[in-house]
């Protein structure tokens, strides 16, 4: 083993995380990420977020498209309140470690554990022969743009958190069969009240830019007027609101809009509870509805604002992929050793 290779327990608590530029920012987007994006990069740890537009084109894109949610989900970020002075901030097609990592996991990870991913089996579905390899094979992608960092914590929905267990399976694999504690086994970072933020129309349902009823959800760029419209309509039952959260059980509707005013509010579902309980809905409406046009609007304005002219978010993407590379090749030369790759 190098000496110059760290231990993984030398290393400083590092956070990363992604999401997708498929277009259509959902509220479901900024509980279950961005708001805790922001929340993580005033806590001192240093936080690297990146638009994962290799893993988006694991299905076909049109490039336009592509490019232009690529822009908003980074106008997305900024109008969250990320800041790229605090937080590193990029797309990762301008960090090419990511993909030279990737490949390396290529040869660690195993078809087996490729086939028993959940997401390969729902997107692939009957279809598997016909499907891109990079869908089969981007859990190893992902995997490098964790470690890559050797990033400690990865903040994610509970839908993703197979795909960081994965990441761990490949840090220890690697580890193991080269003889060294190179790569951290990151930890999956799954809280708060509305991290799966469900359907308006159907609270069992996940709150998806692919419903086709645009009443299903609240987009990031719904204006003040649509968000309260959305809300007044949402799908609730008869029966008052509980003074306590067992109330909510079998009751998704309800448990969706208390876990959303909760996570606006940044309160618990208890408390949201002994303050609401026993109103009806037509009284707790409205006042979920000014909670979430007063978050909400200024970030759809701001996000308006950025996407009028992108050169402001060219710069900070620039420079955002200019300080991850300075943390991910060195990383990615330590592993060519490792591995043997001559030249490294």
Not at 73 to 86: N, R, T, V
Not at 185 to 207: C, F, H, N, Q, Y
């Amino acid at each position: 083993m190098n000496e110059a290779v760290q231990t993984s327990s030398e290393f400083a608590p590092r956070v990363f995380s992604g999401i997708q530029p498929s277009g259509g920012l959902t509220l479901g987007n900024y509980l279950g990420a961005m708001k805790r994006f922001v929340d993580t990069q005033n806590t001192g740890v240093q936080s690297i977020y990146c638009m994962v537009d290799q893993h988006a084109i694991t299905v076909w894109q049109d490039p336009d498209k592509l490019r232009r949610a690529t822009y908003e989900l980074c106008a997305g970020y900024i109008a969250s309140g990320l800041d790229p002075e605090k937080s590193i901030l990029f797309n990762q097609s301008q960090v090419p470690e990511h993909a030279q990592l990737g490949w390396v996991f290529n040869c660690v990870a195993r078809m087996g554990w490729m086939q028993r991913m959940t997401q390969w089996k729902d997107k692939a579905g009957k279809n598997q022969q016909n499907a891109s390899l990079g869908l089969f094979a981007y859990p190893a992608l992902m995997a490098a743009d964790i470690l890559v960092y050797h990033a400690t914590h990865v903040p994610v929905g509970e839908d993703q958190k197979q795909h960081v267990e994965l990441t761990r399976d490949i840090a220890a694999k690697f580890n193991h069969d080269y003889g060294v504690d190179f790569f951290p086994i990151a930890e999956p970072v799954i809280e708060g009240a509305a991290t799966r933020v469900m359907s308006l129309r159907d609270g069992t349902k996940k709150m998806s830019k692919s419903d086709p009823s645009d009443a299903s959800r609240i987009n990031m760029t719904d204006d003040a007027d649509t968000i309260a419209k959305k809300i007044r309509k949402a799908k609730t039952d008869p029966d008052a609101l509980p003074s306590e959260a067992k109330g909510l059980e079998d009751r998704p509707e309800a448990r969706n809009l208390v876990n959303i005013y909760a996570a606006l509010a940044e309160t618990s579902v208890d408390a949201v509870l002994a303050e609401v309980g026993g109103k009806q809905f037509s009284e707790f409406k409205p006042i979920l509805s000014e909670l979430a046009v007063s978050k909400l609007a200024p970030i759809s304005t701001e996000m308006a604002r950025l996407m009028e002219d992108t050169t402001e978010i060219d710069k900070i993407l620039a420079r955002g992929a200019e300080q991850a590379r300075a943390i991910a090749q060195p990383i990615l030369k330590e592993t060519y050793k490792i591995v043997g790759m001559v030249g490294a």
